[in-house]
């Protein structure tokens, strides 16, 4: 956290409120760490091998670690609602979060989930699934499926997380 505190940061257009970002479509924040923060010195191995188990289960070749970069949200910031392109699967990191942090929300992109009549709702028939950040936590997702805190605001006063993408091997 004291690493990326120092890095420059600027408001990105997919985050509202007081939120800044790292973001670059080519920087390499977890090269970056990897290399000057000496308790992170094998960051890049251990997500790597989240990434080949993700291959595992889903069957589909995800490539390799990509860009990556770090995002601060304050009090009344929201995440809005996107995908990643130029991306096979994407991640997130959780370093700083409180209770009062926003959750990241999934969208179900089935186009046939409102037309369908339900018996009773399940897993697989809610418009939306969300997740509550702790810290430490690592979610790994498509980088297709549309995400962000939906219509929450975060309320904690520093919600800090590492994000990255993967890129084919060609």
Request: glycine residues 4%; contains cysteine.
């Amino acid at each position: 956290i004291n690493y990326i505190r120092k890095l420059p940061k600027k408001p990105y257009p997919a985050m509202t409120g007081k939120s800044v970002t790292t973001f670059n479509i080519s920087n390499r924040l977890l090269e970056d760490i990897q290399q000057h923060v000496t308790s992170c010195a094998n960051i890049l191995s251990a997500l790597s091998d989240i990434v080949l188990e993700y291959e595992k289960t889903s069957g589909y070749n995800c490539g390799r670690l990509g860009n990556s970069w770090a995002s601060f949200q304050y009090k009344d910031s929201a995440l809005l609602t996107h995908t990643h392109y130029s991306s096979l699967i994407s991640g997130v990191l959780y370093l700083q979060v409180d209770n009062n942090s926003s959750k990241i929300i999934f969208n179900n992109v089935n186009p046939f989930l409102e037309y369908l009549p339900k018996k009773h709702l399940t897993t697989y028939t809610y418009n939306k699934m969300s997740f509550e950040p702790t810290v430490g936590k690592l979610i790994v997702f498509p980088s297709w499926l549309p995400h962000g805190s939906d219509t929450e605001l975060n309320k904690s006063d520093e919600r800090i997380i590492i994000s990255f993408n993967t890129e084919l091997i060609i």
